[in-house]
C-alpha cells in the first residue's frame, strides 16, 4: 500500500519530545492550526532524514506560530517518502503534530486496511487520504468503498487531493472537485475535505462545498514557495469570492502544503485577508480543531 504499511509503531529510540514555542504568529494572539503539511523529500539532491524533516517542520511552526500541524503521508512510499507507520512512530512522542494516512488506490491490501485500522483504534491516525489524479482514479470508484465505510466506522474525515497536480505527470481529469459531490452523496455520513480549493476550479469547489454539508476545502498548496505581491492580490480575490459563494467559512480550513509551501508567508496570507475576526479564526483554527477533534483549547473568542 503506499502510505499505509511497514513496522509497528514503537517509539524512536533517543528522541526527545518535541513541542510548538510559538512564533509572530504566536504573539499576535492567533492560534493557527496548519491542517496540510508533509514530511516528504521533493528534491533528492537536498533529501534529509524523517527526524531532519520533523525538525524543520517544527522550526518552520516556531517561526509561523503555529500550534498544531496534520502530516499527510503519501500515497508512495520509497526512501523519500515515508510510509503512514513510519510517520507514526516518528511523531508519536510529539505533541503538536497528528497524522493523516495515505492510501495508494492501486496497491492497497487488505493487510493495509487492518493495519490502519489499528492505528485509527489507537488514536495514532486522526484522518485517511487519497491522491486522485497523482493516480488514475475518480474519488467516486467502487474500490474506495472499503475506505470510505473504514472513515465512518472511526469517524475521521477523508481528504482528497484536487486541481492542479505537482508533477506534470498527473492526471487532471480525475482530480476535479465535482467528482467529490458523488461521494458526498453516497456517504452522508463521511466527512471529506476538498484539497487545495480544487484549485483552478475555485467555484466549482465551492459548489459541492454549498451543497453538501459534510464537505469542507482546505486552502493549501496554492503557491510554490512564497507568495508575491500580485498574486497575493489575485488570491485575496478568489478567496473572498469563494466565501461569498459558500455563504460562510465555517467548513474551510488552513493548511499550507510545507515544504512546498512557505509556511510563514502563508500565515502572512491569511493575516492581511480581509476577513472578519471570527471567520479568520475559524479557517485558521476552530474549524480544524472540530473537524478533527484534536485535544486542543476553543479558540478564545475575539473582542475586535
Not at 74 to 101: D, F, G, Q
Not at 102 to 119: H, M, P, W
Not at 226 to 233: I, N, P, R, Y
Request: glycine share 8%.
Amino acid at each position: 500500500m503506499g502510505g499505509v504499511g511497514g513496522a509497528g509503531v514503537a517509539a524512536p529510540g533517543g528522541r526527545a519530545p518535541l513541542r510548538a514555542t510559538g512564533g509572530d504568529g504566536a504573539r499576535r494572539g492567533a492560534a493557527i492550526i496548519d491542517c496540510h503539511v508533509h514530511l516528504n523529500n521533493y528534491h533528492e539532491e537536498t533529501a534529509v532524514s524523517l527526524d531532519e524533516s520533523l525538525d524543520r517542520l517544527q522550526a518552520a511552526m516556531a517561526e509561523a506560530g503555529v500550534a498544531h500541524a496534520r502530516v499527510l503521508a503519501s500515497y508512495l512510499v520509497n526512501p523519500n517518502r515515508p510510509s503512514a507507520a513510519e510517520v507514526v512512530r516518528a511523531v508519536e512522542r510529539v505533541r503538536n503534530v497528528s497524522v493523516v494516512a495515505g492510501i495508494s488506490y492501486l496497491n492497497y491490501k487488505e493487510r493495509d486496511l487492518r493495519e490502519l485500522a489499528d492505528f485509527l483504534s489507537a488514536g495514532l491516525v486522526k484522518g485517511l487520504k487519497l491522491y486522485p489524479g497523482y493516480e488514475p482514479f475518480y474519488p467516486h470508484d467502487h474500490r474506495l468503498q472499503v475506505v470510505y465505510e473504514l472513515a465512518e466506522e472511526f469517524d475521521v474525515p477523508v481528504m482528497i487531493h484536487c486541481g492542479d497536480t505537482f508533477s506534470e505527470h498527473g492526471r487532471l481529469k480525475y482530480a476535479h472537485p465535482l467528482e467529490v459531490d458523488e461521494v458526498a452523496v453516497d456517504h452522508p455520513r463521511v466527512k471529506l475535505v476538498i484539497c487545495h480549493l480544487g484549485n483552478p476550479w475555485l467555484v466549482d469547489c465551492m459548489e459541492v462545498l454549498y451543497k453538501n454539508k459534510n464537505v469542507y476545502a482546505d486552502i493549501s498548496g496554492l503557491i510554490l514557495g512564497a507568495f508575491t505581491e500580485a498574486f497575493e492580490d489575485y488570491m485575496e480575490e478568489q478567496i473572498h469570492e469563494v466565501i461569498l459563494y459558500a455563504g460562510e467559512a465555517s467548513r474551510l480550513l488552513y493548511g499550507t502544503d510545507w515544504p512546498i509551501c512557505s509556511m510563514k508567508s502563508y500565515v502572512d496570507f491569511m493575516q492581511q485577508l480581509k476577513l472578519s475576526d471570527g471567520d479568520r479564526q475559524a479557517i485558521l483554527y476552530e474549524n480544524a480543531r472540530k473537524l478533527f477533534k484534536l485535544p486542543l483549547p476553543p479558540a478564545e473568542p475575539s473582542h475586535a
